[in-house]
């Protein structure tokens, strides 16, 4: 699985979008982009993935470099309750590590108010 | 809809005691994965099951096991406890084992080895 690099930590303004870098520049052609979350004493939350095109769904935004060695997770309009650890994840969809997460250290983000 | 529901929520043993961990997937998911997250870390993969076999297994010693169920609830069994096997443990349930589906984690069983 690629190893992903992320900042440790990260401050954002509420109500100000969060833009979460990430980079992943050894990942694979079969190889997915995840995004989780994790709030202290909880399991981690599944955020958003994807392949090549950028994607968006209810929570974020996932916007991939088109050499796919990068990306960054968007939150809009960020809320307090949007301070966890995010983390990036490459995972393969084939061979012989189907569907293992390898979660790194993360970043943390922290939204003031 | 109920999420992936794990039991306990803690639990307390002693060096060389055994453990038995419970894990219900969402309702419709197939495979289920397990992983153990010391303080401070993210995550490590310990195992995943699909259809009741091993699909993966991280580099976690034998002591550690697991098995899933025909009702796709899954259980991890660990022996002869170490105070390093201190842990939230999460299992997390997709519906298949292919890493194009997203997995969906409980909120796990915080063990603690006196």
């Known amino acids: 699985d690629a190893k992903t690099t992320q900042p440790p930590s990260m401050d954002c303004a509420e109500g100000r979008a969060a833009n979460l870098p990430c980079n992943h520049s050894?990942?694979?052609?079969?190889?997915?982009v995840y995004w989780y979350r994790q709030i202290h004493s909880q399991g981690p939350q599944y955020i958003i993935h994807?392949?090549?095109n950028n994607e968006t769904n209810e929570m974020a935004s996932l916007i991939i470099t088109e050499d796919r060695k990068s990306s960054t997770l968007i939150l809009p309009h960020a809320t307090l309750r949007d301070t966890a650890v995010y983390y990036c994840?490459?995972?393969?969809?084939?061979?012989?590590?189907?569907?293992?997460?390898?979660f790194g250290q993360g970043t943390i983000l922290t939204v003031h108010p | 809809d109920a999420g992936v529901t794990q039991s306990p929520t803690h639990l307390i043993k002693t060096r060389g005691q055994h453990v038995t961990l419970r894990c219900s997937p969402i309702?419709?998911?197939?495979?289920v994965s397990w992983y153990q997250q010391v303080l401070g870390q993210g995550p490590q993969f310990i195992f995943q099951?699909?259809?009741?076999?091993?699909?993966g297994r991280g580099n976690f010693p034998d002591r550690f096991s697991a098995r899933q169920f025909p009702n796709y609830s899954s259980e991890l069994n660990v022996n002869a406890l170490l105070l390093g096997d201190s842990a939230l443990y999460l299992c997390?349930?997709?519906?298949?084992?292919?890493?194009?589906?997203?997995?969906?984690f409980g909120d796990g069983t915080r063990l603690s080895i006196l």
């Open positions: 309702s419709g998911h197939k495979s």
């Open positions: 050894t990942i694979s052609g079969n190889e997915y």
């Open positions: 997390a349930s997709s519906l298949l084992w292919t890493g194009d589906q997203p997995q969906h």
């Open positions: 994807g392949l090549k």
């Open positions: 099951y699909y259809e009741k076999e091993e699909r």
């Open positions: 994840i490459a995972a393969n969809a084939g061979g012989t590590s189907y569907g293992k997460l390898t």
